[in-house]
Protein backbone atom coordinates (compact mmCIF):
# COMPACT_ATOMS: atom_id res chain seq x y z
CA UNK A 1 0.00 0.00 0.00
CA UNK A 2 1.41 3.17 -0.81
CA UNK A 3 1.48 6.10 1.24
CA UNK A 4 -1.48 7.97 -0.95
CA UNK A 5 -3.56 5.03 -0.88
CA UNK A 6 -2.88 4.64 3.24
CA UNK A 7 -3.83 8.84 3.34
CA UNK A 8 -7.21 7.92 0.49
CA UNK A 9 -7.64 4.94 3.80
CA UNK A 10 -7.83 7.02 6.16
CA UNK A 11 -9.81 10.61 4.45
CA UNK A 12 -12.52 7.68 3.37
CA UNK A 13 -12.42 5.75 7.08
CA UNK A 14 -15.92 6.72 9.04
CA UNK A 15 -13.57 8.64 11.51
CA UNK A 16 -12.38 10.69 8.56
CA UNK A 17 -15.64 11.31 7.16
CA UNK A 18 -17.21 12.14 10.79
CA UNK A 19 -14.67 14.67 11.84
CA UNK A 20 -14.52 16.47 8.23
CA UNK A 21 -18.62 16.63 7.53
CA UNK A 22 -19.26 17.50 11.46
CA UNK A 23 -20.40 21.55 11.78
CA UNK A 24 -18.93 20.84 15.62
CA UNK A 25 -16.17 17.47 15.05
CA UNK A 26 -13.04 19.08 13.47
CA UNK A 27 -13.33 22.88 15.13
CA UNK A 28 -13.35 21.60 18.73
CA UNK A 29 -10.46 18.81 17.51
CA UNK A 30 -8.24 21.70 16.28
CA UNK A 31 -9.24 24.01 19.14
CA UNK A 32 -7.95 21.20 21.70
CA UNK A 33 -4.95 20.84 19.43
CA UNK A 34 -4.27 24.72 19.58
CA UNK A 35 -4.52 24.65 23.48
CA UNK A 36 -2.56 21.95 23.89
CA UNK A 37 0.19 23.54 22.05
CA UNK A 38 -0.04 26.68 23.55
CA UNK A 39 0.74 24.91 26.71
CA UNK A 40 3.15 22.07 25.64
CA UNK A 41 5.17 24.40 23.45
CA UNK A 42 4.34 27.45 25.79
CA UNK A 43 5.61 25.76 28.69
CA UNK A 44 8.70 24.27 27.21
CA UNK A 45 9.26 27.63 26.27
CA UNK A 46 10.02 28.92 29.85
CA UNK A 47 12.26 25.88 30.36
CA UNK A 48 14.09 26.17 27.38
CA UNK A 49 14.51 30.31 28.06
CA UNK A 50 15.61 29.16 31.40
CA UNK A 51 18.20 26.95 30.02
CA UNK A 52 19.35 29.72 28.08
CA UNK A 53 19.71 32.17 31.08
CA UNK A 54 17.16 34.76 29.94
CA UNK A 55 14.13 33.54 32.52
CA UNK A 56 14.09 33.46 36.09
CA UNK A 57 17.84 32.87 36.14
CA UNK A 58 17.70 32.75 40.16
CA UNK A 59 14.91 30.20 40.16
CA UNK A 60 16.83 26.35 40.17
CA UNK A 61 16.30 24.54 36.67
CA UNK A 62 14.23 21.48 38.77
CA UNK A 63 12.49 23.70 40.46
CA UNK A 64 10.75 24.96 37.40
CA UNK A 65 10.76 21.90 35.11
CA UNK A 66 9.68 19.34 37.71
CA UNK A 67 6.27 21.04 38.25
CA UNK A 68 6.14 21.44 35.03
CA UNK A 69 6.65 18.29 33.38
CA UNK A 70 3.40 16.53 33.70
CA UNK A 71 1.94 19.57 32.37
CA UNK A 72 4.12 19.45 29.19
CA UNK A 73 3.66 16.00 28.34
CA UNK A 74 0.39 15.49 29.00
CA UNK A 75 -0.35 18.66 26.80
CA UNK A 76 2.08 17.11 23.89
CA UNK A 77 0.15 13.96 24.36
CA UNK A 78 -3.61 15.77 23.80
CA UNK A 79 -1.51 17.29 20.80
CA UNK A 80 -0.46 14.41 19.34
CA UNK A 81 -3.62 12.78 19.25
CA UNK A 82 -5.60 15.65 18.40
CA UNK A 83 -2.57 15.97 15.45
CA UNK A 84 -3.44 12.59 14.36
CA UNK A 85 -7.47 13.24 14.08
CA UNK A 86 -6.86 16.32 12.10
CA UNK A 87 -4.36 14.61 9.71
CA UNK A 88 -7.32 11.75 9.26
CA UNK A 89 -9.75 14.44 8.15
CA UNK A 90 -7.57 15.91 5.46
CA UNK A 91 -4.93 13.46 4.62
CA UNK A 92 -4.43 13.00 0.85
CA UNK A 93 -4.05 16.87 1.08
CA UNK A 94 -1.98 16.96 3.68
CA UNK A 95 0.51 14.69 2.58
CA UNK A 96 0.74 16.56 -0.49
CA UNK A 97 2.21 19.13 1.29
CA UNK A 98 6.03 19.39 2.20
CA UNK A 99 5.83 21.71 4.98
CA UNK A 100 4.14 18.55 6.47
CA UNK A 101 6.95 16.26 6.24
CA UNK A 102 9.50 19.18 7.17
CA UNK A 103 7.34 19.44 10.59
CA UNK A 104 7.35 15.79 11.12
CA UNK A 105 11.12 16.16 11.21
CA UNK A 106 11.29 18.97 12.92
CA UNK A 107 9.23 17.28 15.68
CA UNK A 108 11.67 14.02 15.50
CA UNK A 109 14.76 16.58 15.67
CA UNK A 110 12.93 18.38 18.89
CA UNK A 111 12.38 14.95 20.40
CA UNK A 112 16.44 13.41 19.77
CA UNK A 113 17.63 16.96 21.27
CA UNK A 114 15.21 16.39 24.25
CA UNK A 115 16.61 12.78 24.91
CA UNK A 116 20.36 14.04 24.44
CA UNK A 117 19.77 16.25 27.21
CA UNK A 118 18.22 13.88 29.38
CA UNK A 119 20.74 11.24 28.96
CA UNK A 120 23.57 13.92 29.14
CA UNK A 121 22.61 16.80 31.56
CA UNK A 122 19.61 15.89 33.07
CA UNK A 123 20.37 13.21 35.29
CA UNK A 124 23.17 15.26 36.77
CA UNK A 125 21.28 18.41 37.17
CA UNK A 126 21.96 18.76 41.17
CA UNK A 127 25.89 19.08 40.01
CA UNK A 128 25.13 21.75 37.50
CA UNK A 129 21.38 23.95 38.21
CA UNK A 130 22.93 26.05 40.68
CA UNK A 131 25.56 27.46 38.39
CA UNK A 132 25.33 30.93 37.69
CA UNK A 133 26.37 30.20 34.00
CA UNK A 134 24.83 26.93 33.09
CA UNK A 135 27.35 24.88 31.17
CA UNK A 136 27.67 25.39 27.25
CA UNK A 137 25.77 21.78 26.35
CA UNK A 138 22.35 22.87 28.71
CA UNK A 139 22.63 26.71 27.13
CA UNK A 140 22.85 24.98 23.18
CA UNK A 141 19.93 22.25 24.21
CA UNK A 142 17.62 25.16 25.17
CA UNK A 143 18.53 26.83 22.24
CA UNK A 144 17.89 24.07 19.77
CA UNK A 145 14.73 23.27 21.53
CA UNK A 146 13.25 26.95 20.77
CA UNK A 147 14.60 26.62 17.60
CA UNK A 148 13.12 23.19 16.72
CA UNK A 149 9.56 23.85 18.20
CA UNK A 150 9.39 27.19 16.53
CA UNK A 151 10.02 25.17 13.38
CA UNK A 152 7.20 23.04 14.22
CA UNK A 153 4.53 25.62 15.13
CA UNK A 154 5.45 27.77 11.94
CA UNK A 155 5.35 24.69 9.98
CA UNK A 156 2.16 23.57 11.63
CA UNK A 157 0.47 27.49 10.90
CA UNK A 158 0.89 26.93 6.92
CA UNK A 159 -0.55 23.43 6.46
CA UNK A 160 -3.90 25.29 6.19
CA UNK A 161 -2.92 27.97 4.43
CA UNK A 162 -0.59 25.51 1.70
CA UNK A 163 -3.31 23.03 1.84
CA UNK A 164 -5.65 25.44 -0.70
CA UNK A 165 -3.52 25.86 -3.63
Known amino acids: MTLIEFADLLYDSELGTSLRESIYAYPIVEGIHLIGLAFSVGLLFFVDL ?9 IAVSALFQPLRPL ?38 AGVNALLFE ?47
Open 72 to 109: ILGSFAVTMVTGILLFVAAAPKIIMLDVFFYKLIFIAL
Open 50 to 58: RLLGLFLPK
Open 119 to 165: LKWGKRIDEWEFEKILPKGVQYAGGISLFLWSLVLISGRLIPYLNYK
